[in-house]
DNA sequence: GACCCTCTACTGTCAGAACAACCGGACAAC
DNA sequence: GTTGTCCGGTTGTTCTGACAGTAGAGGGTC
């Protein structure tokens, strides 16, 4: 059976806001992306060719390009040239993206609760000036939370922000998540890098999550950095491996 | 004290190969990627602005635009818009990338060595065919491997295969990375999915990676897809929580 | 001094075009 | 039969050119 040559409805991308503040190749890439999501386009489905697409819709080829390589680095399609583009198979997968906890349970219907351990500023030691780059001593703020899904704890938190975040107060980390609170204050997360581990819950760590002493946790220590590349958050969090694991995806570029 | 205006010296982008078949915007990747990661590009530098780059080097300018786009999804830099381009404070992490254990061990110095501990021809299992997207009770090569670093256990690692890679022996398993192997059949891994967890030890497993019985360990289970997006491999590693970490680079598009 | 406006400097988006590299198959040559 | 060669189709690379959107700095007014 040879591979279909897929014909893609055009209404798929009838209303195209030309006008909108929303890019071209973003409206195109959304587009595809549900249609993979929904089978339209089912895996190992052939495209068509970029230069018949862009002239059937319109538009020059480096939009198109632009579209397609998105949803190329978000996994769902891979190119070969001389040959075509294709859906690639196998489930799509919600990948880590640059989200706190709350926003992923959030999303995934999950009713996420905060409970503050402790808040304080404290002077910095070193491994927050090795993460966040401030001046030894320099007052920080460190936060430790627990935080639940549907009544069940799920993972503690433990954060170190820089000076200009020391007014944080327990009120709104109870009620929003960290990264929220960030944007509401016009911050703008760009890049974070992770290390992912394991090792045996402390004794403090087991009874928060209810776990029994020296159980595995899966570990996570992360440093984010706003869009002028200065780090705004340090982060080591312990999750309950029964009820939390981080889903990556890699493309080869 | 003003960010200072980065000069970036000339010799850098000198001797550019406008004929090989290195692409010009991997070039200009290279170069950048190396002044960054030897401090001559230091942390919250600001490149020179792009149509003056592009101008200076005889360039245009959607070329410079590449190589500094690739570097951003590296997340080295950071561009805003109106303001220029920055280098990320906070120290290089080696990623995760699209290969396999025994290559990243050899690239650290580390010498890689793997006990074949079973490998056998068995119809499809309903995970086998959930993941590789082949028919049930269809022929895989089910591969369990003890992989060592300088003579220290490291990780089990489960890996099952489509057919046509039932004739892999256990001899070339035990000389080589899995995925060297199939690279040298003509196979291109694209695109991977991955799920990182953590869980206690079988007794099995335990004693395989010289661990007491419940120990931690760190868990990862992938399927790898070729450049025609099918499934070519779906694997299921477990790791020595104390010997080994992923690190992974999240960048906001 | 505080506020608003404009101006400047940058990145973001889009068009249109040309050629290179590569794949697969068909066909010819050996 | 095997190997080499060509050809059509497709993505990869690169260029030129233009305009939009955003942030910061500076100047003006109140």
Redesign the interface.
């Known amino acids: 059976m040879a591979q279909s040559e897929h014909r893609l409805p055009v209404e798929l991308f009838l209303d195209l806001d030309r006008s909108g503040p929303v890019p071209l190749y973003y409206q195109i890439a959304s587009r595809l992306e549900q249609a993979i999501l929904d089978q339209t386009l089912p895996?190992?489905a052939r495209l068509e060719n970029e230069v018949a697409l862009a002239a059937r819709l319109g538009l020059s080829r480096p939009t198109i390009r632009r579209a397609i390589q998105?949803l190329v680095?978000k996994?769902l399609?891979?190119r070969?040239r001389g040959?075509g583009t294709?859906?690639?198979?196998?489930k799509v997968?919600r990948n880590?993206?640059?989200t706190s906890l709350y926003e992923d349970l959030e999303r995934s219907g999950q009713k996420p609760e905060t409970r503050v351990l402790s808040v304080e500023v404290v002077p910095a030691d070193e491994a927050a000036v090795e993460?966040l780059?401030v001046d030894p001593g320099s007052p920080v703020l460190h936060v430790q939370r627990l935080r639940s899904a549907d009544g069940v704890p799920l993972a503690i938190l433990d954060n170190v922000l820089p000076e200009q975040f020391t007014d944080l107060d327990r009120e709104a980390l109870e009620k929003h998540g960290l990264y929220q609170l960030l944007r509401a204050r016009g911050v703008?997360?760009?890049?974070?890098?992770?290390?992912?581990?394991?090792?045996?819950a402390s004794a403090r760590e087991a009874e928060l999550l209810d776990l029994s002493r020296?159980?595995?946790?899966?570990t996570m220590a992360r440093?984010a950095?706003d869009?002028?590349?200065?780090?705004v958050e340090f982060g080591q969090h312990c999750y309950r491996?029964?009820r939390?694991?981080?889903?990556?995806?890699?493309?080869?570029?």
């Open positions: 895996a190992g998105d680095d996994g399609l891979v070969r040959i294709q859906v690639v198979h196998g997968t880590v993206e640059l993460a780059g703008t997360m760009r890049v974070a890098k992770q290390r992912i581990g394991a090792r045996a020296g159980a595995p946790v899966l440093t950095f869009n002028s590349g200065v780090a491996p029964d939390y694991s981080f889903e990556v995806t890699l493309v080869d570029r």
